[in-house]
């Protein structure tokens, strides 16, 4: 039986909703990604900053090993092992293993301020960045209320990126290595996984906008 077009387009948003889980690496991706500051901060406290550094990038690479054996998406193991050369490169170059966050603090200002000036400039990064992975146009920036949807989304990652800037910054400058530690892995995933719930819901209402406008157009 036929479907409608409406029907056809929801079930395509829907279907579209996993592609950002998988660029996110999916659960073992977000559970993946912890574990080399589990493996960096106790190491570092009983050997010292060489050996934490060796094993948190030892434990990047058998994660992206295990990956491509299984044949799972190795783009987040090539992120996380990339990211961890970087922090690890930083911590040796400064002596401390607190350099080992600098890299991430600074990214999630960068993405901040990026995020926030999409918004100013009509083209919110979500809605850029949602459309382009399911390769759809950009139709959906005459829609008042799919604009809004994602300005809302977008904005919610900016407020993320600036907390975990601010709040993570405040701690590399106390040298409370252990504690920024703990708190970027609590501000990691799981706020990660909250603000992307926001993003879906988003996301269905500016398509749900789309295919209104559509319908009566």
Do not use: C
Not at 9 to 33: F, I
Not at 58 to 78: D, F, S, T, W, Y
Not at 199 to 213: G, H, L
Request: proline share 4%.
């Amino acid at each position: 039986m036929n479907q409608s077009p409406a029907v056809q387009n929801t079930e395509a948003a829907t279907d579209a909703e996993p592609t950002l889980l998988e660029q996110m690496g999916g659960l073992s991706g977000l559970v993946s990604s912890t574990l080399p500051i589990l493996v960096l901060i106790p190491v570092n406290n009983r050997l010292g900053l060489l050996p934490a550094l060796a094993a948190a990038l030892g434990v990047a690479l058998v994660i992206a090993i295990v990956r491509m054996v299984r044949k799972e998406n190795m783009q987040p193991a090539v992120s996380g092992v990339i990211g961890v050369a970087i922090g690890a490169g930083i911590a040796w170059y400064t002596g401390d293993a607190k350099g080992y966050f600098l890299y991430g603090i600074w990214v999630s200002l960068l993405f901040g301020i990026v995020f926030l000036l999409s918004i100013a400039s009509r083209w919110p990064a979500v809605g850029v960045i949602w459309r382009g992975i399911n390769g759809e146009d950009m139709s959906w920036r005459k829609n008042k209320i799919a604009l809004r949807m994602y300005d809302l989304a977008t904005g919610a990652w900016a407020v993320v990126f600036f907390s975990r800037f601010f709040v993570q910054n405040n701690l590399y400058n106390q040298d409370a290595t252990n504690t920024l530690a703990a708190v970027k892995l609590i501000m990691g995933w799981p706020l990660t996984g909250l603000v992307t719930l926001l993003t879906v819901w988003a996301v269905r209402r500016a398509n749900a906008a789309q295919e209104e406008a559509q319908s009566h157009g």
